[in-house]
């Protein structure tokens, strides 16, 4: 069975593992947003979209938050998570999507702390009964 795709200038290749463990991930955060919403649950993902510097996931990273406070998936552990978990929490709170940076640079000290990179974030929330955001 052939399980390939096309490149950018259309030539066709196979996908590599790394490329299929992504897919698979993903889907499977998918299907608990979709368990989550039938149940009238709103789910927020938190999806690094960039990176700049040393950072510990890079984009594509995503992490579901629940409004139970359970969550699932990574965008890098310690401090990117608490500030990422608590961002996607307000935004359950507030209803409202958002974007911000998580600088891994100690502000006192200039160096870097853990990674000493940034990561831009985009939080987004997956709502019973709407359409899936674009």
């Not at 499977?28 to 040393?54: F, H, K, P, W």
């Not at 310690?78 to 996607?88: K, L």
């Amino acid at each position: 069975m052939y399980r390939g795709g096309y490149i950018g200038n259309g030539s066709i290749t196979r996908p590599t593992r790394s490329t299929i463990r992504t897919a698979t991930r993903l889907k499977a955060l998918l299907q608990e947003i979709q368990r989550r919403n039938g149940l009238g649950q709103t789910v927020a993902m938190a999806t690094i979209v960039g990176s700049r510097g040393s950072t510990p996931r890079k984009p594509g990273a995503r992490m579901l938050v629940f409004e139970d406070g359970a969550g699932m998936g990574s965008v890098g552990g310690g401090c990117v998570e608490a500030d990422v978990w608590r961002e996607a929490a307000h935004a359950l709170a507030d209803g409202k999507p958002r974007f911000f940076d998580v600088d891994l640079v100690d502000d006192f000290k200039g160096e870097g702390d853990v990674c000493g990179g940034t990561v831009d974030v985009f939080v987004d929330l997956w709502r019973p009964g709407e359409p899936a955001p674009a």
